[in-house]
């Protein structure tokens, strides 16, 4: 069901390669929200993903760039305010890439060189995105910029490996961008937390499957999927949210919050849950 929320507004969606991303999830729910859209992707990512089906089922035009390139940026933001007529009012950041990761080493023997690309992909292209939007002046007053991160920025998960750096630098750069950008032009930034998603990245991360399990079993209302994200970030670019910044916004079914969950003590003890019930064998929560 849509309810209008961005009718009017104009946004660069970030990082959409295939129908897996979340960003193409986002995309789509905000075409369906009344917005018009410019969908960008590295020049690669653009030739060897499928994001022309999604700019033909949204009226997007894809303009390619690269988010480490401050040039590309540049040309970037020029060619969508032409394109769309006038400032952007919302921005998703879904770029993230370890290629550590890629190439199975593990977090005490790293390759620094990668290491350096992690966090120019995952982070530093969200600091150099939002620094060459507010000197071009591209963001409109009351603006929403969002970036995707993930709860390894406050805890350690095994596999996550140098991501989990990249993704606490860009929580970083969300908030002390916030501060300046909210104090000039109202412009709010803010990342959405979310659950483990089965995605083209989301695979390249050791154990996926399991982390995605013991994630669904720890959480009260189970993982978000990308499409409940894209609902999420829909709210974040309307009006409704004109006083949330600088925040990290747990998107992951309660599992932040969660110590231990009767469905995750059950998998590495199966007698315990006859131990957890009453005299009517109904089970006890508290």
């Known amino acids: 069901m849509a309810y209008n929320l961005l009718k009017g507004k104009k ?3 970030f990082g959409a390669l295939n129908d897996a991303s979340i960003a193409w999830k986002v995309a789509e729910r905000a075409h369906e929200e009344g917005a018009q859209l410019v969908l960008t992707n590295t020049p690669v990512a653009c030739r060897m993903g499928t994001i022309d089906e999604l700019a033909a089922k949204t009226g997007s035009k894809v303009i390619a760039a690269d988010a480490t390139s401050v040039e590309d940026l540049e040309m970037l933001f020029s060619e969508a305010q032409k394109e769309l007529g006038g400032q952007i009012d919302f921005v998703l950041h879904s ?3 370890s290629a550590n990761m890629r190439k199975k080493r593990p977090y005490d ?8 690309k992690t966090l120019d992909i995952s982070a530093i292209s969200f600091h150099k995105m939002i620094q060459v939007a ?3 002046d591209a963001i409109a007053e009351n603006g929403s910029i969002l970036a995707l991160t993930y709860v390894a ?3 350690t998960f095994f596999g996550y490996n140098d991501m989990a750096d990249a993704k606490s630098l860009l929580e ?13 032009k109202g412009v709010r930034i803010n990342t959405i937390s979310q659950s483990p998603t089965f995605t083209t990245a989301g695979g390249g991360i050791k154990g996926f499957d399991g982390l995605y399990d013991f994630s669904d079993r720890m959480s009260p209302l189970g993982n978000a999927s ?21 925040q990290t916004l747990f998107h992951d079914g309660g599992f ?13 003890n199966k007698s315990f849950i006859d131990e957890n019930r009453d005299e009517n064998g109904k089970i006890i929560y508290g």
Do not use: P, W
């Open 11 to 13: 946004g660069i969606i």
């Open 109 to 116: 023997d790293l390759d620094y060189s990668l290491l350096d």
């Open 153 to 155: 920025s406050h805890r």
């Open 226 to 246: 990308a499409d409940e994200c894209a609902d999420y970030c829909v709210v974040m670019f309307s009006d409704l949210t004109k006083k949330v910044t600088m």
């Open 172 to 184: 970083s750069i969300a908030r002390s961008f916030g501060y300046i950008y909210g104090r000039e």
């Open 95 to 97: 770029c993230a890439m």
């Open 134 to 136: 507010k000197k071009m």
């Open 256 to 268: 932040s919050n969660m110590g231990m969950s009767l469905r995750g003590m059950t998998q590495y």
